[in-house]
């Protein structure tokens, strides 16, 4: 009882640091879901952070991923967000918040942590289904201040977040085959949005 007693308390310090980083950066959450890992029974925390203005968009993100062990032994030490419009893309919450748990348990249990940002994921049929952007984009959380990606908590042990997002099938083919930089040229010359999952796309 005790051993789990002092997991609860980790737990808690982990979560007030991390949700203390998000508050600092996008204000109060409006919404939390415990997701658990049907394999372990183990769990983690989404919390959903309203728009309170036209330069605060609605942002999902993780808490309590990085603490995970992944499969090769190593420790997760990363969460991860996805920046949305206002309705979410015409999608429903649950729909939203299932999207995104699946996509980061297979982070947790597939991807090395050494893998190196950004990473490619392939159009998922898991993706809302109103949505028109169903690949997706791992990255660097470059949207956010400079201080936003890195968190530290103690004992040495570093937390990253990184940034989901959503891309459509010619942008997900357009990475593959030129690289990143053509499309953050691309990204900088167009006033689409990234967090618009229904964007007409950047490249045809």
């Known amino acids: 009882m005790h051993g789990e007693s002092d997991e609860s308390f980790a737990f808690d310090v982990y979560r007030t640091i991390v949700l203390g980083r998000y508050m600092q950066h996008w204000g109060m959450p409006e919404y939390r879901r415990v997701i658990r890992k049907s394999a372990d029974q183990s769990f983690f925390e989404m919390y959903t952070f309203p728009s309170t203005d036209s330069m605060q968009p609605f942002r999902i993100a993780s808490v309590g991923l990085a603490t995970h062990i992944k499969p090769d032994?190593?420790?997760?030490?990363k969460e991860y967000f996805m920046v949305l419009?206002?309705?979410m893309g015409g999608a429903e919450r649950d729909e939203v918040f299932n999207y995104v748990a699946d996509i980061a348990v297979h982070l947790v249990n597939n991807v090395r942590r050494s893998c190196h940002l950004p990473?490619?994921?392939?159009p998922s049929p898991l993706a809302p289904a109103n949505w028109g952007a169903k690949a997706l984009l791992i990255a660097e959380a470059t949207g956010e201040s400079e201080e936003f990606n890195i968190v530290s908590i103690g004992d040495g042990f570093e937390m990253e977040i990184e940034w989901l997002i959503p891309l459509r099938e010619a942008e997900y083919k357009f990475i593959l085959e030129k690289g990143m930089d053509p499309f953050d040229?691309?990204?900088q010359e167009s006033e689409q949005s990234?967090?618009?999952v229904n964007?007409?796309?950047l490249v045809s």
């Open 73 to 77: 032994g190593e420790r997760e030490g």
């Open 85 to 87: 419009p206002d309705d």
């Open 119 to 122: 990473r490619l994921l392939g």
């Open 185 to 187: 040229d691309l990204v």
């Open 194 to 196: 990234l967090a618009d």
């Open 199 to 201: 964007r007409e796309g």
